[in-house]
């Protein structure tokens, strides 16, 4: 059973950066595609980006593109999330998710992941 705590979050003011962290134990990570998602009040949860196992990228959200970044640090058994010239449109809970299958694989939609972090806050505002 994998689990995920994501941190990171908080409140700043639009134009500044985030970086989220989402921290899996136990570990094996290395093995696991992983998403970042994120819900705004009232609205559903979208995919942003992805990591595959190898280590490539996938962008769902096109108002991130360009702005966000993932990453995985497999030793430490994390990814990250780094967000840069927020605006007050990203503000949101942010999840990290896994798909737990045998070929762990990126997917836009959320019914693919079965393993869920609590999510974390991100407020952009002045």
């Known amino acids: 059973q994998l689990r995920f705590v994501e941190s990171g979050g908080g409140l700043v003011q639009p134009g500044g950066s985030l970086r989220l962290s989402c921290k899996a134990s136990p570990g094996m990570l290395r093995y696991y595609a992983v998403a970042w998602f994120r819900q705004a009040p009232g609205k559903e949860r979208e995919a942003v980006l992805c990591?595959?196992?190898?280590?490539?990228?996938?962008a769902y959200a096109d108002s991130s593109e360009g702005r966000f970044t993932i990453s995985r640090d497999n030793a430490k058994n994390e990814v990250y999330l780094q967000m840069n010239s927020l605006k007050p449109e990203d503000t949101a809970v942010y999840y990290c998710?896994?798909?737990?299958?045998?070929?762990?694989?990126?997917?836009?939609?959320?019914?693919?992941?079965?393993?869920w972090g609590q999510g974390t806050q991100v407020t952009v505002s002045s």
């Open positions: 998710a896994a798909d737990g299958s045998m070929n762990s694989r990126c997917y836009r939609h959320l019914n693919h992941y079965n393993y």
């Open positions: 990591i595959a196992v190898s280590g490539n990228t996938t």
